[in-house]
């Protein structure tokens, strides 16, 4: 379980399993290497159009993704070890306490800016998405002209433009059904009827994507928003509760005027007790309905590990900020249509302001899933699609009285409606 710590020296964490994290857009922050920032899918997605036709489910909360700061305080430290988690808990996980000296919280938010601002600058450059705006403008000009299936390797083959920048292209131009993958061969793609049928010149397909998806000024002005983030994403990795001064971190991306959101495993009630500044929105996971679900689930590393979820829950009502319980969903293992009816009354005696069905995301590490479930069922088994996830909130809706207010199909996210007047809009306006 990578817990003998050949990775802390005197309460210090080793440049070694610093290594392991930085081969990827991770980015270790402070002295102390027990804290990180990492850009999320949707972040990048945003540079791309700079408009909310790309942005994350937490767009319904006024959230804007290119502005965002994903992050964790305690990213190698937590009490959980969960089925659908895609970290790699098997080897970078250093405990379930926090057992290294703790950084100061505003040199911490200096650097995790700082890292961001270096991110952005550097590795998603604004030329990367000028230059994918021009070649989106360049595929559909040359389909409406060549009409018939197309792949990735052909299409860089006429235009003369890499494989890698022709699928970013490409796979923006299918997410807004632009293209169209062939159901038979996913690798193929052709355009859009409507576009074919009504469009004949590259500046009538400009005038397209200037409408529909994009411009430059968009992109430009996205790319200058984000080196200034205003929300803080505190649940990157790990349980950020351990971290001890986890209430002077909310307080410094207060002082800056950032948002922020919490997402807790739901274990730390004494640490939710005692702080007293909130964040923005504070995200409880409730990963299952009963005790033996639970313990399958998450994989607890603490004795009574249930119970401590259970005094969370009872604790949300009387917390003064806006409080979120979230299922993360993995099929036939922590929901169904029957245990649905388990959740409505955990819900319904918590009394959050909203409640949140998220499916699992099937990436990473989050792929040894049937390793740590010790399953011979296909991997695909536990993967809700938003179809089922839906046919089971509605089911939820019914049973609980709490309607839906907000459904993401690509985030495979659909937001509830409990504490809260679903007439009002839930947009976050201050810190």
């Known amino acids: 379980m990578g817990m003998d710590n050949q990775y802390i020296v005197n309460n210090k964490i080793t440049n070694e399993f610093v290594e392991k994290y930085t081969k990827t857009l991770y980015r270790i922050v402070g002295p102390n290497k027990h804290s990180a920032i990492k850009p999320c899918h949707w972040l990048e997605q945003r540079l791309m159009t700079g408009r909310d036709n790309r942005n994350c489910y937490k767009g319904v909360f006024g959230i804007q993704s290119h502005r965002c700061l994903q992050n964790t305080p305690s990213m190698p430290f937590c009490n959980h070890q969960c089925v659908f988690c895609w970290r790699d808990i098997e080897l970078g996980t250093l405990g379930s306490e926090f057992i290294v000296d703790p950084d100061e919280p505003k040199e911490l938010v200096d650097e995790m800016i700082r890292h961001h601002q270096d991110i952005i600058k550097n590795h998603l450059p604004l030329r990367r998405y000028l230059d994918n705006y021009e070649i989106m403008i360049d595929i559909i000009h040359f389909m409406l002209y060549n009409p018939g299936k197309h792949t990735i390797k052909s299409l860089s083959r006429e235009l003369h433009i890499s494989s890698n920048k022709i699928e970013r292209a490409v796979n923006l131009l299918k997410n807004q059904k632009f293209l169209h993958s062939q159901p038979s061969t996913l690798n193929q793609y052709v355009l859009d009827g409507d576009i074919s049928c009504c469009i004949d010149s590259r500046e009538e397909v400009e005038k397209l994507i200037n409408l529909e998806l994009t411009d430059p000024d968009n992109i430009m002005a996205a790319h200058g928003e984000a080196m200034n983030p205003n929300h803080a994403a505190i649940s990157l990795d790990g349980e950020p509760l351990l971290f001890p001064k986890i209430n002077g971190l909310v307080g410094e991306f207060r002082n800056r005027r950032m948002t922020s959101f919490i997402v807790t495993n739901s274990t730390m009630t004494k640490v939710i007790e005692n702080m007293d500044i909130l964040p923005s929105q504070f995200y409880f996971t409730l990963a299952a309905p009963n005790k033996k679900i639970y313990q399958k689930t998450c994989r607890p590393m603490i004795k009574e590990g249930w119970n401590r979820v ?122």
């Open 310 to 431: 259970l005094d969370t829950m009872n604790l949300i009502e009387s917390l003064d900020c806006r409080t979120l319980i979230r299922l993360t969903a993995v099929k036939d293992l922590n929901i169904n249509e029957t245990i649905i009816k388990e959740y409505a009354k955990i819900i319904e005696k918590a009394n959050p302001n909203f409640f949140e069905i998220k499916g699992f995301t099937l990436q990473a590490k989050a792929l040894l899933i049937k390793e740590r479930l010790k399953s011979e069922l296909p991997l695909q088994e536990y993967f809700p699609d938003f179809d089922y996830l839906h046919k089971i909130a509605l089911k939820f809706q019914e049973i609980s009285g709490f309607p839906i207010i907000y459904a993401n199909e690509t985030s495979r996210d659909i937001l509830f409606a409990v504490n809260w007047d679903k007439d009002v809009n839930p947009i976050i306006k201050e810190p």
